[in-house]
């Protein structure tokens, strides 16, 4: 990650059409993503069969594709460094991120079989079920290398599927889990709450997710109170 002191940085969806949604950092509720919704670390982003949209992070712009599923990493920048990170579940992302002078630019996608990463150019990486990480650096500075469970965070392996999403802490079950919920009605600034069940088919419909999206989430409020 970017050295000295860093900025979280936050984006934005733009160009949303068709089944998109949204399950924002600490909700158990997914919402229907929307044109200049904000997009920060922890949120998780789902598109359905017709379902695409493009996230903007400071420079860098994502098209995501149908059928996709990733959760956004740590999106940090420094004086002299930027650093954004997806972990793509499964799907498509096409990312450009352009090159400026006296600044390095990262930006990674991690897919349960590899991280893909560029320093200033565009990069195609789609990870799928039985078919495995297919990644298409063009131009600038890039890299793809294989990535195994034990070289990543096991808060990082379980959103990416790669093992069960039990936690340290986490003795099975609802206790002691502590939910955000938002009541229907409370979303119209930020969206029309959605059944998670219903819409894209991508989603899992069981727990496992949502709990490794919630371990992954504190994961993250940790790296928070280091920056």
């Given at each position: 990650t970017p050295s000295n002191a860093a900025e979280v940085l936050d984006g934005r969806l733009e160009k949303v059409s068709g089944d998109v949604e949204v399950q924002k950092r600490g909700w158990s509720a997914w919402v229907r993503a929307f044109d200049g919704m904000k997009i920060g670390p922890g949120d998780q982003i789902s598109t359905g069969i017709d379902g695409r949209a493009v996230l903007r992070i400071k420079d860098s712009r994502t098209d995501i594709s149908s059928l996709t599923q990733f959760v956004v990493g740590r999106a940090v920048e420094s004086a002299h460094e930027s650093y954004t990170e997806l972990f793509l579940r499964m799907g498509k992302v096409v990312s450009r991120v352009p090159k400026k002078p006296g600044e390095l630019n990262r930006f990674n996608v991690v897919t349960p079989t590899a991280v893909v990463g560029v320093r200033g150019t565009e990069q195609t990486v789609g990870h799928f079920p039985g078919i495995g990480t297919q990644a298409d650096i063009r131009d600038g500075k890039g890299f793809a290398a294989p990535v195994t469970a034990e070289a990543l965070p096991a808060p990082v392996q379980a959103v990416l599927g790669m093992q069960p999403a039990k936690l340290d802490?986490?003795?099975?079950?609802?206790?002691?889990?502590?939910?955000?919920?938002?009541?229907?009605?409370?979303?119209?600034?930020?969206?029309?709450?959605?059944?998670?069940?219903?819409?894209?088919?991508?989603?899992?419909?069981?727990?496992?997710?949502?709990?490794?999206?919630?371990?992954?989430?504190?994961?993250?409020?940790?790296?928070d109170l280091q920056l």
């Open positions: 802490g986490d003795n099975g079950g609802d206790k002691g889990k502590k939910k955000k919920k938002k009541e229907k009605g409370t979303l119209s600034d930020e969206g029309e709450e959605t059944d998670k069940d219903k819409g894209t088919g991508v989603k899992d419909k069981g727990g496992a997710v949502e709990d490794a999206v919630e371990g992954f989430n504190l994961w993250l409020d940790q790296i």
